[in-house]
């Protein structure tokens, strides 16, 4: 039995493509030899960050979901230890799958090398060189801990060569999150979603909810009077992750009249809007990869970023809080920059990923 361990939205959109790949192998090979079991750890556990995705994305229903809710990353990564324990113990799974760099990646590594299961990390080798971030923390010991690593660029082959691993375990495969995203293009109705929000033609996707940015009250207002300057420029919608939501609101955030507030989006509704928007400020891995496709300006709002290959071969640019509006107001009176599609962004990292997971449980 393969045991899948999602526990964030960005897990979700990696899974996908993973899981439907595995289950298309296994039918035309005759049968399903290897089991899947879906575990949700409900991490994310509001339905527009969790519910929503599965129906989505088409992901099968969870056979568990673990329930562990939030709580500081000590209390919430004992709680999914826990619970994956016993869960790891009762069915005896013959491979662990964890994606990204999230708690729940983490918990279940640590439960399935002291239990003696084979670990697989999608998205292994993404290093930002920033310990003060717990996403960094999270990769680095996931990837030790991991028999499979599977790779979604050239350099994180590097990264992990240069911290020891055996590069035997290394597999480059490509990008999952780009197998969703391009799966799902027709999806994406901006008309749609600009109507459901009254957006007008020209506006700016925002979201906020690193630790660096949104933790801080005193860093949290001054980001609000960058992104109250942008909306003198052109209107923002800025779906508000519930991390942050309190310290941005209490700085003003939606003081201003271009601003315009949303609940956290579903998959689609808020890949249409990012499709559809002039520029992209933003803290999250993810929508950095995800602009690169879509050819849309991205600001990140960071110092570094796991995803180097994004600005080489995308839209991406890292700014500061101070050179945010000057950065914004570039991005609006030019068209994208010329980019190049990263190696194996083409939408069968979920083929080669499960092909590799088939050979090494086969023998």
């Not at 979901?65 to 013959?94: C, D, W, Y």
């Amino acid at each position: 039995m393969i045991a899948h361990v999602l526990g964030a939205r960005p897990n979700f959109v990696k899974a996908a493509p993973v899981i439907a790949a595995l289950s298309d192998r296994q039918r035309r090979d005759g049968g399903p030899q290897h089991e899947q079991r879906v575990i949700h750890t409900g991490q994310h556990y509001d339905e527009r960050m969790s519910d929503v995705f599965f129906r989505e994305l088409g992901l099968p229903e969870p056979d568990v979901n673990l329930g562990v809710g939030s709580g500081s990353h000590a209390a919430q990564t004992a709680a999914i230890m826990i619970a994956l324990e016993k869960e790891f113990i009762e069915r005896s799974p013959e491979l662990v799958i964890v994606y990204g760099d999230v708690t729940s990646t983490l918990a279940a590594a640590l439960d399935a090398a002291k239990l003696h299961i084979p670990v697989a990390h999608v998205e292994a080798g993404l290093r930002s060189f920033d310990m003060t971030m717990p996403e960094e923390v999270n990769r680095r010991l996931v990837d030790q801990l991991s028999d499979l690593l599977f790779v979604t660029s050239p350099e994180a082959i590097g990264h992990l060569a240069a911290e020891g691993v055996d590069v035997g375990r290394v597999h480059f495969v490509g990008n999952p999150m780009i197998d969703t995203l391009l799966s799902h293009l027709d999806s994406f109705d901006t008309e749609a979603v600009r109507a459901a929000h009254g957006l007008p033609e020209r506006y700016i996707v925002a979201t906020l909810h690193r630790p660096a940015n949104v933790d801080d009250p005193e860093i949290a207002a001054g980001l609000v009077k960058r992104l109250h300057e942008i909306a003198d420029l052109a209107d923002i919608v800025m779906p508000v992750h519930p991390r942050g939501r309190k310290v941005l609101t209490e700085a003003g955030l939606d003081d201003h009249p271009r601003v315009k507030l949303l609940e956290p989006l579903g998959y689609v509704d808020f890949i249409a809007a990012v499709r559809g928007s002039a520029a992209v400020v933003t803290d999250s891995g993810g929508v950095q990869e995800e602009t690169t496709i879509l050819g849309v300006p991205c600001l990140t709002v960071r110092p570094n970023t796991e995803r180097p290959i994004t600005i080489t071969h995308g839209t991406n640019r890292l700014v500061t809080a101070e050179g945010l509006v000057p950065a914004v107001e570039q991005a609006l009176a030019s068209a994208a920059g010329r980019r190049e599609v990263p190696p194996l962004w083409d939408g069968q990292a979920g083929p080669r990923i499960a092909r590799i997971v088939e050979d090494r449980l086969d023998g």
